[in-house]
């Protein structure tokens, strides 16, 4: 590199940017007999704005750790990729009449440019797109995992739909009852929906959690999800109708306390209970809730509201009847859909009883205060047989006389719903399958051609013309790719824009091979040529981001995901960072898929991410989240263009914990600057050459080699705590210090340079190099640490004339009382004090004092 006498980032870092790309000195190898190190971000959705100033935060913290695992001798996988499908390149493209793939090229170019003018030492030969048909034919090919383990079926579901936008819209971008994007009104629409049985896997995604070293509060959140619970199934019957209530129930103990019922307003037997008289009251407030998210609906502040459909249904044990309401507090998407009330133990139903003017019978007493709703535990009254019996054994008697009677049983239940997985888009991974009639799949199954990929059960819908059952697509003729459209526009019918491509639509279907021609052309030749239509719906966006820590093991491979040794080797990220808004949802599902991928005996361990950090969230520099309405996010890059990447990097990590939420704050960059600069020259003289006051052979001073020393512990352990503030602290100390003595040694300014390099590789690239390196200052060895040097043989005596301070020195461990005397009295405080004086008696505390007592 030029030589200079100033720190000029402006070249510097770009030169030494050019340098990685062209030595591709973060590349890591799948063959390596180094120990590995696999560090991962959540990738990001490369989305038009570009990033700003909080998306670099995780981004350094796991890049200062990938950089001091390589300096440790690791073979380190420290890879990026794009998570691009989504709404929000699709409504781009639905403006500007441009292709979202065309759109998601241009995007991630401009998010790529942009993490490389920042300094991360990823490997970019390794970069994955969920969208490039040779990532997504993996994704295709694991849903065809789940398909034939008998894991995805299609079922009509109430889901959010978007007149505006036309299209269903997941529960995460629904935002009191309007879309998150547009804020434009949503309603509850049943319509047909691709589903994979994530329930199967509940008892094993709580159980597992314990292989997994999370944050405590992200395990919790993953078990509240689940919601896994022990109680009874209660069946009510219904006066007049052959039908019965289904509901489920942790408390069977409060049986005798129910005074009423409640249906969520999408109960498929709200029809049937819905008397004349209350069925235009009925289907008004059924309309109205269908304007409502389930937030809405189930916020404990709001005011209750409902309707009674004018039916009863009859107690299970008593033989009473109870009337049975319709409530948008209660969601057909938890439990059964109904509950029983018991308003004297339970808040909402309290709140609804009053509302209502409805009974409330007390039969749980804990005391003789207590204040209803009473929701503890106690011993039961006002319950008939079951009076005076502690809560836990009446549990267990009123449940076995529901189950002698027929009308329940013990029951574990889950909050835990089967995932909806599609959505009604075009950008969006195809399903690769393919509709056909009883007759033709039959003829496929018996063929044996594709019977490896065919469920136990098959998945059939109902369409207009009949049942149609599903067939996959062989695996070797993935992927089955996106067609071209003319619009990406739905169609207003909850259909996506695919239906309205029709050569590739509807088809003649080669279920043997793959292959397919428009069924507008002749039928080709051969028996395994069948009629078929596609499927419309595509892969929710959370498809691409449950497997992608697996394609970076091995991203280039045609044969497979990827190899069964490189996924022996890496098996899963040893450090997974990510925002902790992503604690449910992203981590639920990709360890659901992870688990059958398991079970498939594609991966070798049970989980997916063994160890996960959680950063906090970068605020605006006015306190709140940044966001492009609020106006108030920075570009790093311009934060890189005035300052420099380092000192960005730095004042990052300087800011506060890593794990906390804070606030940009632009006025304390300068001070970062300034210790970078600190440095820069501490090294550097003023002619441009290595500073006079380093010398090769030097020996330092104790005091500089026992804060050498203190500062590699303090420095490692801190960086692999991920607390990289006080890591910096204590180079700014150790920086303190070396500006103040003459001369330093060769080897303690190098290692200056590599304990600064993971915060700021561009300068410690520089310097390591001008230090006579001809290596990256990346790829170690790091400092070794000397325990030894951290124990001194000296200790600080305070010197005393009669009690007061007088002077210090530090002297041997082993120094007698004579020799710490004499070097006493060769002070020039103490002879001052002492002088024409006798000297009395001398107080020596060995490693503390020595008082002169003299008059």
Known sequence: MAKSADYNFSEIEPAW?????ENKTFAASNDSEKEKYFVMDMFPYPSGAGLHIGHPLGYTGSDILARYQRAKG??????IGWDAFGLATEQYAIKTGKHPRV???????????????????????????????KYYRWTQWIFLQLFKRGLAYVDMRPVWWCDELKTVLANEEVIDGKSERGNHPVVRRNLRQVVLK???????????LELVDWPASTKKMQQEWIGKSTGATVRFGLDGLEESLEIYTTRPDTLMGVTYMVVSPEHPLLGKLTVADKKEAVDAYVTAAAGKSDLERTDLAKEKTGVFTGSYAIHPITGEKIPVWVADYVLISYGTGAIMAVPAHDTRDFEFAEQFDLPITPVIKGSDEDVLPYIGDGVLVNSGEFDGLPWEEAKEKITAQLKAKGTGEESTQYKLRDWLFSRQRYWGEPFPIAWVSQADYEAAAASGAISDWLPEEPVTYEDEDGKVYALPVPPAALPLELPYVESYEPAGTGESPLKKAEDWMEIWYNYATGEFVPASQEKPEGAEWVRASRETNTMPQWAGSCWYYLRYMDPHNEELLASPEALEYWKTPDMYVGGAEHAVLHLLYARFWHKVLYDAGVVPTKEPFGKLFHQGMLLGEDGKKISKSAGNGVDPVSVVNEYGADTLRTYLMFLGPLEARKPWNSKGIGGVSRFLNKIWREIVGKDGEVSSKIQDGFQDSKETEKLLHETIKKVSEDIEGMSFNTAISQLMIFVNHLQGVETISLATAKALVQMVSPMAPHIGEELWNRLGETTSVGLGPWPKLDESKLVSDEVKIVFQVNGKFRGQAMVSKTSTQDEVLALAQADERVAAHTEGKTIRKVIYVPGKILNIVAN
């Open 103 to 133: 759109t998601s090229v241009e995007r991630i170019g401009h998010f790529r440019n942009q993490l490389k003018s920042v300094g991360f030492s990823f490997d970019y030969d390794r970069e994955v797109d969920t969208t490039d048909p």
């Open 74 to 79: 690791k073979n380190v996988l420290h890879p």
């Open 198 to 208: 994530i329930t199967e896997y509940a008892d094993r995604l709580i159980e597992d």
């Open 17 to 21: 940017q050019k340098f990685w790309d």
